[in-house]
């Protein structure tokens, strides 16, 4: 890691946490600044839109429909909490296209923001998405920080429904399975929600929703659909064979839209040639492999049988991605053609897209209809090699482990000091260009979801070092970003993983990672036993710089349990055999923990004796932030044994060297120095220092603390007076 790199402003007790500089070996263990904390309710500003919702597909006839839902909402509007709607129908009918259609319609109306989640199971894991996630998601892009979202599911919806009683906002649900899990989504205020599903969901109707079950399309409604699709004069010029044509599909919009597609490709087509070949499709089928329904089923498999060989080939392997979406990386990488990552594949995926086999999503990524993947998955277990299929499958793995390990090294240069292995490759990675820690750090963003599905899947298909490898690459996003539900999941994941390995230095890095996610939650308890557990580790391996480091962190753990006493002897322990293992720096470290336990404590000059050692140490080590902070800790100290004139330079210094780097640790250092102007009889200075602090706390949302300043201050003042 390299500092100051955790967002700033969160505490416990009063105590900042940052990440340090990385050590001289480069690995997590050699972070040791970090200090236990407790997450602060927000304040939010209204100026956090979010605009989520897809692009809009072609809508035909569903007039009735759209009505029927407008009428609802407006008979609901005034009544001061959300309209909710549930839009059912099988497969392919066309329940999300409807959904917004009519949500993008009503921006004007609810100008707060759109959201959007899809809440389907993947086949690779068959797993429907948590709403707890979900709602981390939501807070995230309404503009919460993620280190002050509650871990809490009670206190994380709470928070929720307090953010959103008084916005307008349109949310949609997609693809959900049950109505226990629709329910915590909803917001708190006038919004409209519509959840989208192929059950009924009547559990909802009992919370005031409106169902609407969305039947296939009749038949002039579908020949209109082919139509747009066409864009020519075919269906008017041959009407008849239209109508054949759109009964064969069904009325499934899904189904006229691929079938469609495919003859828009051939202009000089007649109709009546799809006709005869669905036609015969259909016959040739001796059963319904799709949610039950003929006409996809035997419309994809002519798309496919239409596609040109490399579309086909790059249609079924994409089926093996197990993300959401993908983008022209990953085709390139399922290919195994990284020389043409730039070229090839996206003139492949725009014929896909083309075809209607796939959905643009608007930002460069792609995705499958859920019937499509299936499809394509299908035709991958009958069209491709058992080898090809696991080679390809192994190379969108390492595309994810590679570009991830990229963004690890641009963001946290230091930090990997444990091996990446990859497959036979070519391995495809993602090039993030001049703006290279913006970009990385957004591409981890951007990617959260597939890295979460990818890092589960490799442990499930029997590639478990890629697991713990990819929790690893990925600590330069958590620590930054506080993902902590995915920090905990991808850390849990990748201890597991270690273990069916036998690999004791990856169990330690991944304990010892979690762990400090579990202090950045306040999860001492929790960190602690991980501590502990790579502690025996490291010692029954031998390793005693590993060892070493746990004793810092162990004694962090300690300290937020407020067992002052057994974090002292660990800090003590930790100053002494660090420097003796090789990290001075660390050893440096746990000085400073030990001169703030001191300090806790009342006990003066042992907390100068300590800071003053740990400033030296930070010093010589080119560790200025942290040098800074143990200057300011030493000048607490001082002022509190009545050495002002002691205490000010180092104040001065901490300043220095922390303005603009850290808000939190700035505002905390103006406290001590207006402290110090008070003990002067400067009041007017020392009122400016505190409302400096006020100012700084209050932009980070840490409203008590200065809430307790602007008291302090205020007492200050009513003294004076």
Not at 47 to 71: I, K, M, N
Not at 285 to 294: E, K, Q, S
Not at 337 to 351: F, G, H, K, Q, V
Not at 681 to 691: L, S, T
């Amino acid at each position: 890691m390299t500092g100051p790199s955790v967002q700033a402003g969160t505490v416990y007790g009063g105590i900042h946490i940052t990440a340090a500089p990385a050590g001289p070996t480069g690995s997590a263990e050699s972070a040791s600044a970090f200090v236990p904390v407790v997450p602060v309710v927000p304040v939010v500003p209204f100026e956090h839109r979010p605009w989520q919702l897809p692009p809009v597909g072609r809508l035909a006839d569903r007039t009735l429909e759209l009505a029927a839902l407008e009428d609802f909402r407006r008979g609901a509007a005034g009544l001061g909490h959300p309209t909710l709607a549930a839009v059912s129908g099988i497969g392919g009918v066309g329940k999300t296209v409807l959904a917004l259609s009519w949500l993008h319609g009503l921006r004007d109306d609810f100008p707060d923001g759109q959201l959007y989640a899809d809440l389907g199971a993947q086949p690779q894991d068959g797993a429907p998405v948590s709403p707890f996630e979900v709602i981390g998601r939501f807070l995230r892009a309404l503009g919460v920080p993620a280190d002050r979202i509650p871990q809490a599911a009670d206190e994380r919806t709470g928070l929720y429904r307090s953010l959103t009683a008084t916005r307008r906002l349109v949310v949609l649900l997609d693809d959900a399975v049950t109505a226990a899990q629709v329910r915590p989504l909803v917001p708190g205020g006038p919004s409209v929600v519509v959840a989208t599903s192929r059950w009924r969901l009547p559990g909802l109707a009992m919370d005031g929703g409106y169902l609407l079950h969305l039947e296939p399309l009749g038949t002039d409604a579908a020949v209109e659909l082919l139509a747009m699709t066409l864009a020519d004069d075919r269906v008017r010029a041959q009407p008849t064979d239209a109508r054949a044509l759109v009964e064969l599909c069904e009325g499934l919009p899904l189904a006229v839209r691929v079938a469609g597609a495919r003859l828009a490709a051939r202009p000089g087509r007649g109709i009546n040639a799809m006709v005869r070949e669905l036609s015969d499709e259909h016959s040739r089928l001796g059963a319904l492999a799709i949610d039950g329904d003929h006409g996809v089923r035997a419309t994809l498999d002519l798309a496919y049988g239409g596609l040109p060989q490399d579309a086909a080939r790059l249609y079924r392997l994409l089926a093996l991605h197990p993300g959401p979406d993908f983008t022209a990386d990953v085709a390139a990488a399922v290919l195994g053609d990284a020389d043409r990552a730039r070229a090839e594949p996206p003139r492949l995926l725009e014929l896909l897209h083309d075809a209607n086999l796939l959905t643009d999503t608007g930002d460069e990524h792609y995705r499958f209809h859920d019937l499509v993947r299936l499809h394509a998955a299908s035709k991958a277990e009958t069209d491709e090699d058992p080898a090809e299929r696991t080679a390809a499958e192994r190379r969108v793995l390492d595309h994810y482990l590679a570009t991830a390990t990229c963004a690890e090294e641009i963001l946290d240069p230091h930090h990997r000091s444990l091996p990446r292995d990859h497959g036979a490759g070519p391995v495809v990675v993602t090039a993030f260009g001049d703006d290279g820690s913006e970009a990385a750090l957004a591409w981890l963003e951007r990617e959260l979801p597939s890295l979460m599905r990818v890092l589960r899947h490799a442990r499930r298909s029997g590639h478990p070092a890629v697991t713990w490898q990819l929790a690893d690459a990925m600590w330069s996003l958590f620590v930054r970003r506080k993902h902590y539900e995915e920090w905990r999941a991808a850390h849990e994941e990748g201890a597991a993983a270690a273990r069916e390995l036998s690999d004791t230095a990856a169990e330690c890095r991944m304990l010892t990672s979690g762990g400090l996610g579990e202090l950045d939650t306040g999860q001492h308890a929790r960190a602690l036993e991980s501590f502990e557990r790579a502690a025996r580790l490291f010692e029954a391996q031998g390793d005693g710089l590993g060892f070493a480091r746990t004793l810092n962190y162990r004694g962090l753990a300690h300290q937020g349990l407020g067992q002052l006493r057994e974090a002292a002897a660990l800090f003590e322990q930790a100053a002494a055999e660090l420097p003796r293992c090789g990290d001075v720096r660390a050893g440096g470290l746990a000085r400073f923990n030990l001169a703030e336990v001191a300090l806790a404590e009342g006990r003066y000059e042992a907390a100068t004796a300590d800071a003053e050692a740990a400033h030296r140490t930070l010093t010589a080590e080119r560790d200025p932030y942290n040098a800074a902070r143990a200057a300011r800790v030493s000048a607490t100290a001082h002022l509190a044994l009545a050495h002002p004139d002691t205490a000010e330079p180092r104040l001065l210094s901490a300043l220095s060297a922390l303005h603009g780097v850290s808000d939190f640790e700035t505002a905390q250092t103006l406290e001590v120095l207006a402290e110090l102007l008070e003990s002067r009889g400067q009041p007017g200075p020392a009122r400016d220092r505190y409302e400096e602090a006020i100012a700084l706390y209050e932009g980070l949302g840490l409203t008590t603390r200065a809430e307790n300043v602007q008291a302090r201050l205020d007492g200050e003042e009513g003294t004076a007076g």
